[in-house]
C-alpha cells in the first residue's frame, strides 16, 4: 500500500483560494483552523471556511493567521 504525504502551500494571495480548497489557519506554527473555502474577500484580508475541527464555520484573517493550502 503506497501513502501520499499532503502537501501545504501559504497563500498570501486570498484571490488565488476558491470554493472547496482545504486550507489551514496556523499562528505560530500551530493550526488553529482546518477545513473547506466557502467564500472569500480578498480586499478585506479574510477567508471564510467550514472547520473540520469543530464543525462550525470560520472567518480567517490575514492579520490573524497564516494561511496554508492543503492538497493530497
Given at each position: 500500500?503506497?501513502?501520499?504525504?499532503?502537501?501545504?502551500?501559504?497563500?498570501?494571495?486570498?484571490?488565488?483560494?476558491?470554493?472547496?480548497?482545504?486550507?489551514?489557519?496556523?499562528?505560530?506554527?500551530?493550526?488553529?483552523?482546518?477545513?473547506?473555502?466557502e467564500d472569500t474577500a480578498p480586499g478585506l484580508g479574510v477567508v471564510w471556511i467550514r472547520d473540520?475541527?469543530?464543525?462550525?464555520?470560520?472567518?480567517?484573517?490575514?492579520?490573524?493567521?497564516?494561511?496554508?493550502?492543503?492538497?493530497?
Open positions: 500500500m503506497t501513502t501520499i504525504a499532503a502537501s501545504t502551500a501559504r497563500i498570501t494571495d486570498l484571490g488565488t483560494l476558491s470554493a472547496g480548497i482545504v486550507v489551514e489557519a496556523r499562528r505560530n506554527d500551530e493550526v488553529y483552523y482546518r477545513g473547506r473555502v473540520d475541527m469543530a464543525g462550525h464555520r470560520a472567518i480567517l484573517h490575514l492579520d490573524e493567521y497564516s494561511i496554508w493550502r492543503i492538497s493530497a
